[in-house]
């Protein structure tokens, strides 16, 4: 049973009623992207049939209407993370841009040899890759924290890395791979005891429990917006005010300066258009804004909580499949069910189901250190969202033991 009506819910969302190959789409990858309310579509319309215009310069009604909505939007994301003022939001295209910010700003100023830098067998690709870019030009170490054999993160090996050395750990909140809810409070807490900064890629934990930054006591969060329900495009950089204001910009460009000259150089504005050069993806942060306020009409843990119904559903379903591995079996974990098959590769069985109107992500998930630790190059991933119901899982599972059947 659901703490909401789930049936009234799927009303909002015009593409659940779409068919696949003559079947009723189930829609199973939400950890890649989720899919999106009407109420979030609607904001492309409205803002491009009524009040298209450059925000933050124009006197005029249309860029004003533009820059309230878009500062608003800034408003809703300070209260949804519990941040302590919207300046310490800045705007994204998303998690990866978010994170790219702080290696190339933060990072670059903060970085040196004979630094370390912590993350995890976890990460996907966005939080490894502009650190080992970064390393390659600073010349800082990068260490990375193991997993033990259920996915969960191996605290005892994570407090041995941790030294004097360390600057910053840089891990997500939780796996898209594996569903793995990493203990990122006690993460923090280790971290600041060593002098490091933590920077939490929250964009599987925004959409699926209650974010609180300053509980958590992270000094930079960071999610997608096209994952919580809105579009792509969007993202979100929080950061402490101190560490945001000490950094230098990344981008240069309008909008992020206080007076530009030739003879006495330029200064930059203060946070949070320091970090926003150039003209933002202003309807998608304001439609980021309506699926917030989606998402805050539901409750974030109740639909957390639904998902975790449709998990438990779901794995029992599966464990009945001879020959069916589970990877990602750690006792916190959000709604991401990751398996292999004996005999049957990932990706014919990802083609199959979707012959069948069931959407599953299949391959490396961005994780390939992780899978390879697993000693497994693909899994099969089916990721759940708050619109997802107890029959459509039936129709997987079913789908799935029929398309194992068709390639043993
Ligand atoms: N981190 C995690 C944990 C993710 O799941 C993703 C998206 N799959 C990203 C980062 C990157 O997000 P984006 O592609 O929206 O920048």
């Known amino acids: 049973q659901a703490p909401f009506d789930v049936m009234a819910l799927r009303n909002d969302f015009p593409i659940l009623r779409r068919e696949v190959h003559g079947k009723?789409?189930?829609?199973?990858?939400?950890?890649?992207?989720?899919?999106?309310?009407?109420?979030?579509?609607?904001?492309?319309?409205?803002?491009?049939?009524?009040?298209?215009?450059?925000?933050?310069?124009?006197?005029?009604?249309?860029?004003?209407?533009?820059?309230?909505?878009?500062?608003?939007?800034?408003?809703?994301?300070?209260?949804?993370?519990?941040?302590?003022?919207?300046?310490?939001?800045?705007?994204?295209?998303?998690?990866?841009?978010?994170?790219?910010?702080?290696?190339?700003?933060?990072?670059?100023?903060?970085?040196?040899?004979?630094?370390?830098?912590?993350?995890?067998?976890?990460?996907?690709?966005?939080?490894?890759?502009?650190?080992?870019?970064?390393?390659?030009?600073?010349?800082?170490?990068?260490?990375?924290?193991?997993?033990?054999?259920?996915?969960?993160?191996?605290?005892?090996?994570?407090?041995?890395?941790?030294?004097?050395?360390?600057?910053?750990?840089?891990?997500?909140?939780?796996?898209?791979?594996?569903?793995?809810?990493?203990?990122?409070?006690?993460?923090?807490?280790l971290a600041h005891q060593h002098g490091a900064v933590i920077l939490i890629d929250g964009a599987q934990a925004v959409p699926h429990q209650k974010v609180d930054v300053q509980a958590i006591d992270a000094d930079f969060y960071a999610f997608s917006g096209h994952k919580v329900y809105g579009p792509t495009g969007v993202g979100v950089l929080y950061g402490k005010q101190a560490l945001l204001e000490a950094m230098p910009p990344w981008q240069g460009g309008g909008e992020m300066i206080k007076t530009v000259s030739f003879d006495v150089g330029t200064t930059f504005a203060d946070i949070p258009h320091k970090f926003e050069a150039g003209t933002p993806a202003i309807a998608e942060v304001i439609a980021l804004d309506r699926a917030l306020e989606w998402v805050e009409g539901i409750g974030v843990a109740a639909i957390g909580e639904w998902e975790g119904v449709l998990l438990e559903h779901a794995t029992q379903g599966v464990k009945r499949i001879d020959g069916l591995r589970i990877l990602g079996t750690a006792p916190h974990k959000a709604g991401v069910l990751s398996f292999v098959v004996d005999g049957a590769h990932s990706q014919d069985i990802g083609l199959l189901i979707d012959q069948l109107g069931v959407a599953i992500r299949t391959g490396n998930h961005c994780a390939q250190p992780l899978l390879q630790h697993f000693g497994v190059d693909a899994t099969c991933r089916a990721s759940f969202a708050a619109y997802n119901t107890l029959e459509e899982v039936d129709v997987f599972i079913a789908a799935l033991n029929r398309v194992i059947g068709m390639v043993r």
């Not at 910010?101 to 490894?128: F, K, M, P, Y």
């Not at 005892?156 to 050395?165: D, I, K, N, Q």
């Open 24 to 189: 009723p789409l189930v829609y199973l990858d939400n950890a890649a992207t989720s899919q999106t309310p009407q109420q979030v579509i609607d904001v492309f319309s409205d803002y491009y049939s009524r009040y298209n215009a450059n925000i933050h310069r124009g006197l005029h009604t249309l860029a004003d209407e533009a820059t309230v909505a878009y500062e608003g939007t800034r408003q809703r994301v300070k209260a949804f993370l519990n941040a302590e003022e919207a300046r310490q939001i800045i705007f994204t295209r998303g998690t990866t841009e978010a994170i790219n910010l702080v290696a190339q700003s933060w990072g670059r100023t903060h970085l040196a040899a004979g630094d370390e830098v912590l993350i995890s067998l976890l990460e996907h690709h966005s939080n490894i890759v502009p650190w080992q870019l970064l390393a390659a030009e600073r010349g800082f170490t990068i260490k990375v924290i193991p997993v033990d054999e259920t996915g969960a993160l191996d605290m005892a090996a994570y407090r041995a890395l941790l030294s004097e050395r360390t600057k910053l750990v840089a891990v997500n909140h939780v796996s898209n791979a594996l569903g793995t809810i990493n203990p990122v409070k006690e993460m923090a807490a």
